[in-house]
């Protein structure tokens, strides 16, 4: 049970944390800070923080949990704002996707107050973006991964376990750098085609009847492509090493599906396909679930 | 209504067909022909079918609608298996997910009989095949692509449309190039993308790990690699100079995408993943209805 929640972004990630610790009476109050202050007014008003503060500074004082849910890209400028009240004892995380460039910047910024810090990526979102699609059922059963580091407090490594797992979520740990290359591959790279696909759609000269034709199989494989432009931003940069790494990996397979197509040798087309078709086919989300990868 | 439905191979597509008109009273009788004489029988069992034809030849006779639902590779074969009874005033359909070697193969085969043959691509299916997943519903909603050549016979045209609109589909009508070029954009090209990347993450040396971690826009964005390999490689052989061309573009869209993440042109970088992500936020599936496309 924590006394105080301070939450520095009050959008959707921070309002859904808001509201889950609410609603399990994990936490007597919470403070919001948003850089916009009509922001903090309408989580005020919808009862997912109690008070708003007027800096992220004070928003981190007197509460013993901090949730700092800003884009990935305002991450370090949040450190520098509240590193004076970085107490030892006092829990404080981000939801960054990325988790490399997170921990780099507590080390620049936080120093000798980075063992209060854990990083973690709550695996949950929504393709609309802020405080009014808060949800306090956002994480329930959904993977949350912390990296700490060397000097990261272990207890506050077990609070941050406890109180993900208490709104109902599945913890993991790994290092940043497993991270960072795990969401390279399964996040960030797919929403890069997704991405460029979409819009090569689009570019083409009959791209507007192209797209009223597309159907189910289109429908789902774009989703994705809807992402926040600003978070989708931040965490391509962020994470851009992995991503390239990860993208010319895939263009060595799109190459090797391409070159049998063009010599037109239809067994070795299919045995391509269905190494790929059974491995989906086999796949099941969550299926890491208990398991902890260090 | 017509007197006999004659159902060139019994899988899903064939097997809801015959359904479909089953149940709208479309039909007196349905005569199914597969490779297999197993598959025959089972569809004969489940009341798909009601008399199992020992060949595609006698599937034809005495029918005055026929449905050619094998794999794109193998309606050649077909056409040649049938075309002494291809006769003038009896509508033959395909239901190929490529239109421009279909209709090359009519005019090799078919020849002074090609106007019979009305090419025709519903686009509706599941991720599972066979004929024990055939539904009566399958096509209700979908829409389907007749791709009519100068010779095809319009009286034919006209009765494929009819039967089409009345199992509930959408009928659009469209040269077999425009069709060729539409879905090697809004299917075919996104399928090969999915295997190639799909497959990447299994060959990743960590690839096990990072499926366990992979959440729902993994599992939206990869569904379509889970298709049929046999189905899928006869699709990208028949229309690969199409799916080469789209892939060629979509691979300019990923390289200036990669560009700017390259340069940390964070400004440039949003711009283009707003272009997507407002585009798709747009996109409605079925924009097409109630237009007809040359």
Same mark, same amino acid.
């Given at each position: 049970?924590?006394?105080?929640?301070?939450?520095?972004?009050?959008?959707?990630?921070? +309002?859904?944390?808001?509201?889950?610790?609410?609603?399990?009476?994990?936490?007597?109050?919470?403070?919001?800070?948003?850089?916009?202050?009509?922001?903090?007014?309408?989580? %005020?008003?919808?009862?997912?923080?109690?008070?708003?503060?007027?800096?992220?500074?004070?928003?981190?004082?007197?509460?013993?949990?901090?949730?700092?849910?800003?884009?990935?890209?305002?991450?370090?400028?949040?450190?520098?704002?509240?590193?004076?009240?970085? $107490?030892?004892?006092?829990?404080?995380?981000?939801?960054?996707?990325?988790?490399?460039?997170?921990?780099?910047?507590?080390?620049r910024v936080l120093r000798e107050r980075v063992p209060s810090f854990v990083p973690a990526h709550p695996i949950a979102g929504k393709e609309v973006?802020?405080?009014?699609?808060?949800?306090?059922?956002?994480?329930?059963?959904?993977?949350?991964?912390?990296?700490?580091?060397?000097?990261?407090?272990?207890?506050?490594?077990?609070?941050?376990?406890?109180?993900w797992s208490a709104v109902g979520a599945q913890v993991l740990k790994m290092s940043p750098e497993n991270h960072d290359a795990a969401f390279a591959?399964?996040?960030?790279?797919?929403?890069?085609?997704?991405?460029?696909?979409?819009?090569?759609?689009?570019?083409?000269?009959? +791209?507007?009847?192209?797209?009223?034709?597309? +159907?189910?199989?289109?429908?789902?494989?774009?989703?994705?492509?809807?992402?926040?432009?600003?978070?989708w931003r931040d965490i391509l940069i962020a994470n851009r090493e992995e991503v390239l790494k990860q993208s010319a990996r895939f263009r060595t397979?799109?190459?090797?599906?391409?070159?049998?197509? %063009?010599?037109?040798?239809?067994?070795?087309?299919?045995?391509?396909?269905?190494?790929?078709? $059974?491995?989906?086919?086999?796949?099941?989300?969550?299926? +890491?679930?208990?398991?902890?990868?260090?």
């Open positions: 049970m924590f006394n105080q929640l301070g939450v520095i972004g009050c959008g959707l990630m921070g +309002g859904s944390f808001a509201l889950a610790l609410k609603r399990g009476g994990l936490v007597r109050r919470v403070v919001g800070y948003s850089k916009s202050p009509s922001t903090t007014e309408r989580a %005020k008003k919808l009862g997912i923080i109690d008070v708003a503060a007027e800096s992220a500074l004070l928003a981190v004082a007197g509460s013993d949990i901090v949730l700092i849910a800003v884009p990935v890209a305002a991450t370090e400028g949040t450190f520098k704002a509240i590193r004076h009240l970085v $107490e030892p004892g006092v829990l404080f995380m981000d939801v960054g996707s990325t988790k490399r460039d997170v921990v780099d910047a507590a080390r973006a802020g405080i009014q699609h808060a949800d306090a059922s956002l994480y329930n059963g959904r993977q949350v991964i912390l990296t700490p580091v060397q000097q990261t407090n272990p207890v506050l490594v077990q609070k941050a376990t406890d109180v591959a399964v996040s960030h790279l797919p929403h890069l085609l997704a991405f460029a696909y979409f819009s090569a759609v689009m570019r083409h000269p009959s +791209g507007r009847d192209f797209l009223s034709l597309a +159907g189910p199989g289109f429908r789902d494989f774009t989703r994705i492509a809807a992402g926040d432009p600003a978070i397979t799109l190459d090797a599906l391409e070159h049998v197509m %063009k010599s037109g040798n239809a067994d070795a087309l299919e045995d391509l396909i269905r190494t790929a078709s $059974e491995g989906r086919a086999g796949w099941q989300m969550g299926g +890491g679930r208990g398991t902890t990868r260090q």
